[in-house]
């Protein structure tokens, strides 16, 4: 079998359309399009430091040595021509060096801050590589919201006149109403195609590569994730600002779940050196009653914070112990305790306050070294106010922070060192599980590749159908164990089709066939409309191996 190849041109010019590349001799040998098309008087053979100049971390001319000192860095840099407007360029830069190649490729794109900027530049969003259309839809959500409050204080200023305060409301209720067809359509439009790209980044890690190729694979997934994790914080605040946060009841195993996301958390740590621990206090309850989806969600955000201002050599550790409060009973109910502590870079007093709010970060200057939305701490002290708590927060600046909140819980009979409650059954693996026939109805083709390998290698076998028309007429055809339903679909959607599927099954008396939702939409009513029209489970896009395991263990372990 032949070794992969390392990056050509032309796929660094698709990744990074504004990449420079620079040989042994310092000189320009690559330029990406959108590059020329922003800077048309740069040639290639231009020497290094006439093309571009540092501007942060430091100033200065830029030279081989001052590049291959700031390589892990985020690196801002100015042309070292004059232009008719002053454009700065971020990014990060790669040292190329294999075989006979010695060469620095600089990954940058230009500061720009609103669409408006993209158009004085000559550019359109087309120029810019995928991560970076999430600028337009910042501008746009943003012209959303700004529409919904104009609405909202016309519905202010007329609340004495009924007529026109019904009118104001009506049109309140409009703009809330195309919001949230916004953000469902938007985050169908953005998980569409990165399920593509993070689900065959999967399938490439895990082809014959070398250990270069293996890290660039590695660089391009987590950057995916990092686009992902900002997608879901938009879409998560914007749900909270428009009071449509819901929390969900149920029983779970608390130390479960919380060795879970210590196990999630373990690999980024692994990656940049620190040590992570998980310190649960024996008298816990084992089972609590409560949402732990967004104890989960809460957890992550916290751990994931300390593991990004720790460097490496650093200790972040999460403690979990039960507390005793003025006037509370610990009957029925206990009020366990979440403290997140690390050894990292810490955060002035007077910037504490501050922390909690949405797009706000303890370094808000564009010079700062740490990525992110600032929507995270914002969104973590909502669900747990939500959920009866509040978070606080210690810090000593050079030393380190601890985030902690409180929160009550039901709980049921034992505690984490006893044998208590009714047994979990473990999930089947991919080879104790049997062969089972799949129909996949999807309309994409790169998700349907995508599905119907991941579902092969999980001991499945697969039939396609691009709609729901063809997944009903698949199932006159054959019979299956299980149909996986992308719910946007032309001709029948998913959830046509699944109504016509569960009505059949009625008039015939036939056994239920078990539907799997497929989708990218990640609002909850979507959710809720995939349950009501009678399907049994919900993946959301990006599609990874595990997910879709998971759901296979699930189905198994309820209909097999």
């Not at 029925?332 to 709010?357: K, S």
């Not at 701490?377 to 509040?390: K, T």
């Amino acid at each position: 079998m032949t070794e992969p190849a390392a990056l050509t041109i032309k796929e660094i010019s698709l990744l990074f359309p504004f990449a420079l590349l620079f040989n042994a001799a310092d000189e320009l040998c690559f330029l990406g399009p959108s590059f020329s098309k922003l800077f048309p008087e740069v040639k290639e053979g231009t020497p290094l430091e006439a093309v571009v100049r540092m501007y942060r971390p430091q100033a200065g001319p830029c030279t081989r040595s001052l590049l291959l000192s700031v390589q892990s860095e985020l690196v801002i840099l100015e042309p070292a021509f004059e232009v008719p407007k002053r454009i700065l360029l971020r990014g990060q830069i790669v040292h190329v060096n294999h075989g006979a190649r010695d060469d620095i490729l600089v990954c940058c794109t230009p500061w720009l801050t609103s669409a408006r900027a993209v158009l004085d530049a000559n550019l359109s969003f087309g120029d810019f590589a995928l991560h970076d259309p999430v600028l337009e839809f910042l501008q746009l959500m943003q012209a959303s919201e700004m529409s919904l409050q104009d609405a909202k204080d016309l519905a202010s200023k007329l609340k004495s006149k009924a007529q026109s305060a019904r009118a104001a409301q009506e049109t309140a209720v409009a703009a809330n109403r195309a919001k949230s067809n916004f953000l469902a359509t938007m985050s169908h439009e953005i998980r569409t195609p990165m399920n593509g790209v993070l689900g065959f980044l999967e399938l490439l890690s895990s082809s014959r590569l070398d250990t270069e190729q293996q890290e660039y694979v590695r660089v391009a997934f987590e950057s995916g994730r990092a686009l992902l994790d900002i997608v879901n914080d938009i879409l998560d605040y914007s749900k909270i600002e428009a009071d449509r946060l819901e929390l969900e009841t149920a029983v779970f195993e608390l130390t479960g779940l919380l060795k879970s996301v210590i196990q999630l958390m373990e690999e980024r740590a692994a990656l940049v050196g620190i040590q992570l621990k998980l310190d649960v206090a024996q008298e816990l309850p084992l089972s609590v009653q409560g949402d732990s989806a967004r104890l989960r969600q809460v957890l992550v955000n916290l751990l994931g914070n300390a593991l990004k201002f720790t460097p490496p050599g650093g200790r972040v550790k999460l403690k979990v112990g039960a507390v005793a409060l003025p006037g509370m009973s610990m009957t029925d109910q206990h009020w366990i305790e979440f403290a997140i502590r690390d050894t990292g870079v810490g955060i002035n007093e007077e910037r504490i306050p501050d922390l909690f709010e949405p797009f706000t970060q303890a370094d808000a200057s564009t010079t700062r070294r740490y990525g992110g939305t600032g929507l995270g701490l914002a969104i973590s002290q909502r669900l747990v106010v939500a959920m009866g708590g509040d978070i606080k927060c210690t810090s000593v600046v050079g030393e380190g922070s601890t985030f902690s909140f409180v929160l009550p819980f039901l709980s049921f009979k034992g505690t984490q060192g006893e044998e208590s409650g009714p047994a979990i059954t473990p999930s089947p693996s991919t080879a104790q599980r049997p062969f089972l026939r799949v129909l996949l109805a999807e309309d994409n083709l790169v998700n349907q590749k995508l599905a119907f390998r991941l579902l092969s290698d999980l001991n499945c076998e697969v039939d396609l159908a691009n709609n729901g028309r063809e997944a009903l007429e698949c199932l006159q055809m054959k019979s299956f164990d299980l149909l996986f339903m992308d719910v946007q679909m032309p001709i029948m959607d998913g959830f046509e089709a699944t109504e016509a599927i569960r009505r059949i099954e009625r008039e015939d008396s036939k056994p239920r066939l078990p539907i799997i939702a497929l989708t990218a939409d990640a609002v909850p009513t979507q959710r809720e409309k995939s349950i009501a029209v009678g399907m049994d489970g919900y993946v959301t896009k990006p599609i990874l191996r595990r997910d879709l395991e998971a759901a296979l263990n699930r189905i198994y372990l309820r209909f097999f």
